[in-house]
């Protein structure tokens, strides 16, 4: 399994149509707990996203992560926009001047991606926020990168993160505008931590088609 900066591109453009499917999901969830924008923040950054890929040809996978990086923040309103505009940047880095990434490089991603949230929003697991559903998905995927069934570890991956999602019904908000809610943000899903899990699905499943058909 490994894509080169096309391909890359093709997976951004899956996560940003994922994002845009459920826009009003996202930002009925953050109407709950929030102020009712999550969706709408992160549909207009990953359409702006898709509109710069498309705007210039780039073949360094990591100065495309850091172009969704530096586009996600300049694009997105409020507290997601520099958490995963951190989370890309540093993803990027961490993939500087390669031209193809495989499995490996897509694990080293996703663990740069949560380092950057957490050093941005200073968030553990247990605080409602999008490390709920990331940080598992990264524990499994630091743990098993090398089993031979690569399309099992990322089944595994994505439903720890759902797992991750549910848990955020269960617990009080420590961080963000959802932590003003004190008690009352119990029973609630949170809007970044499904945010996350939904990027996750989409990047997988083209992952998943582009090794089946070569695309
Ligand atoms: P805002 O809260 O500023 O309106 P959004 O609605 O776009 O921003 O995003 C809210 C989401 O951001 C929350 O559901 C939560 O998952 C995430 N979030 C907020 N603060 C943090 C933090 N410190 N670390 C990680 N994620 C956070
Ligand atoms: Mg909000």
Known sequence: MATDAAGLVKILEKVAEKISENREFLTELDS???????????SKGFSAVVEKLHSQKIDDCGAI?????MTLVSTVGGASGPLYGTAFMKAGQAVAGKSSLDFQDFVTILEQ???GIKYRGKAQRGEKTIVDSLEPAVDILKDEKDSGDKGLVMEKALNAAKEGVEYTRS??????RASYLGERSIGHQDPGATSCYLMLQAAIEKIKEMSVNGL
């Open 65 to 69: 992560l850091k172009t969704v990086g």
């Open 32 to 42: 709950a707990i929030g102020d009712a924008d999550h969706g709408i923040n992160m």
């Open 171 to 176: 617990i009080i908000a420590k961080k963000g």
């Open 113 to 115: 991606a949560l380092e």
